[in-house]
């Protein structure tokens, strides 16, 4: 079956520049999280959505960085006003809540942003 | 959240079985233990999950003392496509729990 899918897999734009992530979850998954990866280190989150809202924001770095989830799939995270370091892969997972003893998180490819 | 302490590289030929340990010293009663492998160019990848004593599926063993202050990760009989970053992970599994990452261990299994 179809796992999640993020697109584009490779971005580069230049400082001040906005830029959109898209997020395709695994169909039914209700729960959707995206992550940032930098060089060298371990994910670090950053938003969740319980459907369409957006449970927990509290990993965003600050308010250039906003994400929508519209219709309770799909979702995209944006960055205006990007900056340098920005630069990092940028990870979405989605889980199907409630549906085992455990939360296990499937992960997409990833996002590798450099920002210029 | 627990914070977890584990090895930052190690390396091992195949066919060896190899063993990572992580520290969680402040884990909580309702906490689950739980590792994620990391590729290349690839998200992370559930591996296995445990409470207490031992857990066995068909990659992995994990292996956490009564006092679950630490667990091991057990590898069987590696080889070179088990190269990559092991996580380990401590937290509760309520809905919506986050994932906590540490700096990871970065296995190399060579031939």
């Known amino acids: 079956g179809a796992g999640v899918s993020q697109t584009p897999s490779n971005k580069v734009t230049e400082k001040g520049k906005y830029v959109e992530l898209r997020c395709d979850p695994i169909?039914?998954?209700?729960?959707l999280y995206w992550y940032r990866q930098s060089l060298g280190q371990g994910p670090e989150f950053l938003i969740y959505?319980?459907?369409?809202?957006?449970?927990?924001d509290s990993g965003l770095p600050n308010d250039r960085f906003f994400a929508v989830r519209p219709e309770g799939s799909v979702s995209t995270l944006k960055i205006q006003r990007t900056e340098r370091g920005d630069s990092a892969v940028y990870l979405c997972?989605?889980?199907?809540?409630?549906?085992?003893?455990?939360?296990?998180?499937?992960f997409g490819p990833g996002t590798r942003l450099t920002v210029l | 959240l627990a914070k977890t302490t584990q090895p930052i590289s190690m390396d091992s030929y195949e066919g060896q079985e190899v063993n990572i340990t992580c520290s969680h010293n402040?884990?909580?009663?309702?906490?689950?233990i739980t590792w994620y492998q990391q590729f290349p160019s690839q998200g992370p990848r559930f591996i296995i999950q445990?409470?207490?004593t031992k857990v066995t599926n068909e990659v992995a063993s994990l292996f956490i003392p009564a006092d679950r202050k630490s667990s091991t990760l057990s590898l069987p009989r590696v080889s070179l496509s088990d190269t990559a970053v092991y996580y380990c992970?401590?937290?509760?599994?309520?809905?919506?729990?986050?994932?906590?990452f540490g700096g990871g261990t970065r296995l190399m299994v060579k031939p």
């Open positions: 997972a989605s889980s199907l809540q409630g549906a085992s003893t455990y939360n296990e998180q499937f």
């Open positions: 169909s039914g998954h209700t729960a």
């Open positions: 959505f319980q459907g369409t809202g957006a449970a927990d």
């Open positions: 402040n884990i909580a009663t309702n906490d689950y």
């Open positions: 445990g409470y207490k």
């Open positions: 992970l401590v937290g509760s599994n309520n809905a919506g729990n986050m994932l906590t």
